[in-house]
């Protein structure tokens, strides 16, 4: 329980990061909150090819290799459009810095999701 509730704390505050660097008077742009789509697409390869795999047997799968590639295409696309919509002037450098801070909460938040909840025991909650 102390998990979920620690996991919940850290994406309420790696949203707050990135609400503040959308709507403080100084910055006043919602550009970033293009992120939203990354945050909600990174987990989904891991868990479909958690499903396809059997973890049976401990050689690399393709399956799995390929997963972790496009997650870490999905990570990486998530901090470079912050870093390039500043670059482009569409928000300031500040808003950038903030929603950066929220990128590294938020996947952090949830690399530690899997790590806590992704074992294969008897109170996973693959099980539910």
Same mark, same amino acid.
């Given at each position: 329980?102390?998990?979920? $509730?620690?996991?919940?704390?850290?994406?309420?505050?790696? !949203?707050?990061?990135? #609400?503040? @660097?959308?709507?403080?008077?100084? +910055?006043?742009? +919602?550009?970033?909150?293009?992120? !939203? &789509?990354?945050? /909600?697409?990174?987990?989904?390869?891991?868990? /479909?090819?958690?499903?396809?795999?059997?973890?049976?047997?401990?050689?690399?799968?393709? %399956?799995?290799?390929?997963?972790?590639?496009?997650?870490?295409? $999905?990570?990486?696309?998530? &901090?470079?459009?912050? $870093?390039? &919509?500043?670059?482009?002037?569409?928000?300031?450098? @500040?808003? %950038?810095?903030?929603? !950066?801070?929220?990128?590294?909460? $938020?996947?952090?938040? /949830? #690399?530690?999701? &899997?790590?806590?909840? @992704?074992?294969?025991?008897?109170?996973?909650? =693959? =099980?539910?």
């Amino acid at each position: 329980v102390s998990a979920l $509730i620690s996991l919940s704390f850290g994406g309420a505050i790696g !949203l707050m990061f990135l #609400m503040l @660097g959308c709507a403080l008077p100084t +910055y006043n742009a +919602y550009w970033p909150l293009f992120l !939203l &789509f990354f945050y /909600i697409l990174s987990p989904i390869p891991h868990c /479909i090819s958690r499903r396809v795999v059997d973890d049976t047997d401990s050689a690399s799968h393709a %399956c799995k290799e390929l997963a972790i590639f496009l997650t870490t295409g $999905i990570v990486v696309s998530a &901090f470079g459009l912050p $870093i390039i &919509f500043a670059r482009a002037n569409v928000i300031a450098w @500040g808003a %950038c810095a903030l929603v !950066l801070t929220g990128n590294i909460v $938020i996947f952090a938040t /949830i #690399m530690g999701f &899997f790590l806590v909840f @992704g074992s294969n025991d008897d109170f996973s909650w =693959q =099980q539910w």
